[in-house]
């Protein structure tokens, strides 16, 4: 089987080139010998082979060596085409793991096409968005979790589903992507007409690994309670700190945390944090344990940032956040109070090793989420257009 220079297996390459023995080479190989390739088929063309008959007819190497050449690249090349709006993409551009890393992947794998919505909510909710209608066929990959808090109304998705923008959007829209099942199984049942698959937020994963320590951290503050780490008892040998960022918004979501919590608060002693510098947030990510909570959540990003780096995590029992942790994940809590008790070493230990098992899955690469929506892209684009909506 030829691989690509991702290493990814070719498909449809194998009846072509296994005849040549050429299935031990990579693509990159392959277009390097082009030369010795057609003159193979050249010498060998007198032979009763009749793929081989076919070009001996010309005898023309150049012919030979630009088919080979489409062969690869178009077994090298996901099958489905799509271009991307022009705008900055959402997240916290300088986040190396959020939503902006993939993006540029996605870019870059651009090549014309069906237009493909990277983020709906910023496109038809957000303040910096268009709040536009798509008034051509498009694709669209849907962040926000179905359940969200009434105080983050801005966000919720029965509002986006009333808003003009994307009512006038529907009749053109021809998939969506999820990035969990629990939010695609509330997709699917609002929108039945509309294709609909679940691919899981990929991470860069060339980074730090956990190498233990004393600190519990508190990371981040999308869909997730800020207070957190002052709801639970102080933890012998162990240092609280909070990673929180001081922009006005994030800060009134805090406010509404702290305003609205139903715990309280239990322990004042925490380091607060503003953001780090790379280097200074590996560091300390990989001497950390990780608490955090959940109030909504599709994919989150402090979730597979945890799996990239096998970094332990605490974190409460979400459906969307069990997707990607899995059911037998080992520092579940259902009450914050019991944070403490999961914090000895052979549970830290087996946490770590689970984590590190999930590494291998394939949906972690940025890779694989770019091919996976090149293939629905593909699916979505062979089919024949949905029927309208009813008003």
Same mark, same amino acid.
């Given at each position: 089987?030829?691989?690509?220079?991702?290493?990814?297996?070719? @498909? =449809?390459?194998?009846?072509?080139?296994?005849?040549?023995?050429?299935?031990?080479?990579?693509?990159?190989?392959?277009?390097?010998?082009?030369?010795?390739? +057609?003159?193979?088929?050249?010498?060998?063309?007198?032979?009763?082979? *009749?793929?081989?008959?076919?070009?001996?007819?010309?005898?023309?190497?150049?012919?030979?060596?630009?088919?080979?050449?489409?062969?690869?690249?178009?077994?090298?090349?996901?099958?489905?085409?799509?271009?991307?709006?022009? #705008?900055?993409?959402?997240?916290?551009?300088?986040?190396? +793991? =959020?939503?902006?890393?993939?993006?540029?992947?996605?870019?870059?794998?651009?090549?014309?096409?069906?237009?493909?919505? /990277?983020?709906?909510?910023?496109?038809?909710?957000?303040?910096?968005?268009?709040?536009?209608?798509?008034?051509?066929?498009?694709?669209?990959?849907?962040?926000?979790?179905? @359940?969200?808090?009434?105080?983050?109304?801005?966000?919720? &998705?029965?509002?986006?589903?009333?808003?003009?923008?994307?009512?006038?959007?529907?009749?053109?829209?021809? =998939?969506?992507?999820?990035?969990?099942? %629990?939010?695609?199984? /509330?997709?699917?049942?609002?929108?039945?007409?509309?294709?609909?698959?679940?691919?899981?937020?990929?991470?860069?994963? /060339?980074?730090?690994?956990?190498?233990?320590?004393?600190?519990?951290?508190?990371?981040?503050?999308?869909? #997730?309670? $800020? #207070?957190?780490? %002052?709801? &639970?008892?102080?933890?012998?040998?162990?240092?609280? !700190?909070?990673?929180?960022?001081?922009?006005?918004?994030?800060?009134?979501? /805090?406010?509404?945390?702290?305003?609205?919590?139903?715990?309280?608060?239990?322990? $004042?002693?925490?380091? @607060?944090?503003?953001?780090?510098?790379?280097?200074?947030?590996? *560091?300390?990510?990989?001497?950390?344990?990780?608490?955090?909570?959940?109030?909504?959540?599709?994919?989150?990003?402090?979730?597979?940032?945890?799996?990239? *780096?096998?970094?332990?995590?605490?974190?409460?029992?979400?459906? +969307?956040?069990?997707?990607?942790?899995?059911? $037998?994940?080992?520092?579940?809590?259902?009450?914050? #109070?019991?944070?403490?008790?999961?914090?000895?070493?052979?549970?830290?230990?087996?946490?770590?090793?689970?984590?590190?098992?999930?590494?291998?899955?394939?949906?972690?690469?940025?890779?694989?989420?770019?091919?996976?929506?090149? !293939?629905?892209?593909?699916?979505? $684009?062979?089919?024949?257009?949905?029927?309208?909506?009813?008003?």
């Amino acid at each position: 089987m030829i691989e690509s220079e991702t290493g990814v297996e070719i @498909e =449809g390459a194998e009846t072509k080139f296994d005849i040549l023995q050429l299935n031990a080479l990579t693509a990159v190989e392959v277009l390097s010998n082009l030369d010795e390739i +057609a003159d193979q088929i050249v010498n060998r063309g007198k032979e009763s082979a *009749r793929w081989y008959c076919t070009f001996a007819g010309t005898a023309e190497p150049q012919a030979i060596k630009q088919t080979v050449r489409e062969w690869v690249q178009e077994a090298s090349q996901p099958a489905g085409e799509f271009r991307l709006l022009e #705008r900055h993409a959402q997240g916290l551009g300088r986040h190396r +793991a =959020g939503w902006p890393a993939v993006v540029d992947q996605l870019r870059s794998a651009a090549c014309g096409g069906i237009l493909l919505d /990277d983020f709906v909510e910023q496109s038809f909710l957000y303040q910096t968005g268009d709040r536009k209608a798509h008034d051509e066929p498009w694709i669209g990959i849907l962040h926000h979790p179905p @359940e969200t808090p009434d105080w983050l109304s801005h966000s919720q &998705f029965d509002r986006l589903l009333l808003s003009e923008p994307w009512r006038d959007s529907l009749r053109n829209l021809r =998939g969506l992507v999820c990035l969990s099942d %629990h939010l695609a199984a /509330d997709v699917r049942q609002r929108l039945s007409h509309v294709p609909v698959t679940v691919i899981r937020h990929p991470t860069p994963t /060339d980074v730090v690994q956990w190498q233990g320590g004393n600190t519990l951290l508190q990371v981040g503050h999308t869909f #997730r309670n $800020t #207070r957190l780490i %002052h709801q &639970f008892p102080p933890c012998d040998g162990w240092q609280k !700190m909070r990673l929180l960022r001081t922009d006005d918004w994030v800060l009134k979501h /805090d406010q509404n945390c702290m305003s609205r919590a139903v715990r309280p608060v239990v322990d $004042t002693a925490v380091v @607060e944090l503003g953001r780090q510098l790379d280097h200074e947030y590996d *560091r300390l990510l990989s001497e950390s344990v990780v608490v955090c909570e959940v109030l909504a959540a599709s994919a989150n990003n402090v979730i597979v940032e945890c799996i990239a *780096r096998a970094v332990p995590i605490a974190v409460n029992r979400h459906p +969307a956040v069990l997707e990607y942790l899995g059911e $037998t994940y080992p520092l579940y809590y259902d009450d914050p #109070r019991d944070i403490p008790g999961l914090l000895t070493d052979s549970k830290l230990q087996e946490t770590h090793a689970h984590l590190k098992e999930l590494q291998l899955a394939h949906w972690l690469q940025v890779s694989t989420f770019v091919e996976q929506v090149a !293939m629905f892209v593909d699916h979505c $684009t062979k089919l024949e257009p949905p029927p309208p909506p009813r008003e």
